[in-house]
């Protein structure tokens, strides 16, 4: 009934994988506007969206010996053009207090089934966590959840996705994602509230790539707030871009930085490959 587990394992893996230089994947907002539909399948959906494979996974709840819960995470990969089980990975069976070591152990095996030649730094990248508290991760994904589900854009639900994004940070002041999600929340709602929020997401998201000077939601916000200095946002987003290297929206960041900068050519490039 509670499906926060399993957005936050999607959320993860997707994340972890996107980073690495020889896999494209597919946006997840892009991803989610088919899955939404009842009745999808995974061959389906990755048609709709020109993938070649599609990574799914069942998880399942349980009970331990002790009474405690555990999930039983059974990941696998479509192949597309078939609708076959291109590969399938032996259950796992988790606790929900350690959320984060299925997440890089599932990103992992799939890169390897997929042939994905990991270099080490990858794989210390892949490894890391973005933040060692259940709260403050559950936090993220339920704030995640209500900006997702906004479709209105409606301003009192922006709301209450910050209120969950200040909550994960201050729980771990260190999440540098939570504060990434706290500037792009705040920069949005900036339409209504007017330059005081917008000065607000902009400390924010420099207090983010102070701790990691990669994470999308934060680098979109000082994008989004820089334009009118087009040369340090770019250098901000080519190494952002760099880490994420199928992250589509900043990708469309980039593409305009260039465009500021007078640098076609390079824009052009970088519209070649936001689009499938």
Do not use: C
């Not at 078939?82 to 590969?87: A, N, Y």
């Not at 991760?137 to 200040?166: C, D, H, M, P």
């Amino acid at each position: 009934a509670d499906s926060s587990f399993a957005d936050g394992l999607r959320d993860a893996v997707t994340g972890k994988l996107a980073r690495l230089g020889g896999l494209s994947v597919i946006d997840r907002k892009s991803v989610a506007s088919l899955t939404a539909s009842q009745g999808t399948s995974a061959q389906q959906a990755g048609k709709s969206l020109g993938a070649d494979f599609v990574l799914q996974a069942s998880v399942r709840w349980a009970k331990g010996a002790d009474g405690e819960p555990l999930v039983r995470v059974s990941p696998s990969l479509i192949r597309v053009s078939d609708g076959t089980t291109h590969w399938a990975g032996e259950p796992e069976i988790v606790s929900p207090a350690d959320p984060f070591t299925i997440q890089a152990s599932v990103a992992r095996r799939v890169a390897e089934a997929l042939d994905v030649v990991i270099g080490a730094r990858e794989r210390t990248t892949m490894a890391m966590r973005a933040t060692e508290d259940t709260g403050a991760f559950a936090a993220v994904i339920r704030g995640k959840r209500i900006s997702e589900e906004n479709t209105t854009a409606s301003y009192s639900e922006y709301e209450k996705a910050l209120r969950q994004f200040e909550r994960a940070y201050l729980l771990d002041p260190r999440y540098a994602d939570a504060l990434g999600l706290a500037a792009q929340t705040t920069a949005t709602m900036s339409y209504s509230g007017g330059t005081k929020m917008l000065d607000s997401a902009s400390v924010l998201a420099q207090q983010a790539l102070a701790l990691d000077p990669t994470p999308p939601h934060a680098v979109a916000t000082v994008a989004f707030r820089g334009l009118g200095r087009p040369s340090e946002a770019l250098v901000i987003l080519r190494r952002a871009v760099r880490e994420n290297p199928s992250n589509v929206e900043l990708l469309g960041y980039e593409q305009r930085a260039l465009q500021y900068v007078g640098d076609s050519a390079a824009a052009w490039e970088a519209v070649k490959r936001v689009l499938p």
